[in-house]
């Protein structure tokens, strides 16, 4: 029979964080290897970098170098951010 809990403490919950975004999305310059970095394709990390600064309220540029190497970095959208007109 089924018995309902108060509370329970569960090991691992949650899902880990495979890249360290919170690091390479801090505004300055990074270049990633594969497979050091990342162990995807670089078109699949650059649209992980990009939905990663969304997340954070943030953009980021990015540039594949070839293969296996990719250059981002990300930085605030200050026209979304105050709703201004680009020139």
Request: glycine share 6%; hydrophobic share 45%.
């Given at each position: 029979?089924?018995?309902?809990?108060?509370?329970?403490a569960f090991v691992g919950a949650g899902r880990k964080r495979k890249y360290q975004w919170?690091?390479?999305?801090?505004?300055?310059?990074?270049k990633l290897t594969r497979?050091?970095?990342f162990q995807c394709?670089?078109?699949s990390l650059r649209n992980?970098?990009?939905q990663a600064s969304r997340h954070r309220g943030l953009?980021?540029?990015?540039?594949?170098?070839d293969d296996d190497t990719i250059v981002i970095q990300?930085?605030?959208d200050v026209l979304h951010e105050f709703n201004a007109q680009p020139f």
């Open positions: 029979m089924a018995t309902q809990l108060e509370n329970f919170d690091l390479w999305l801090d505004g300055n310059i990074w497979p050091d970095d394709n670089v078109n992980g970098a990009m953009k980021v540029r990015t540039t594949i170098v990300a930085y605030e």
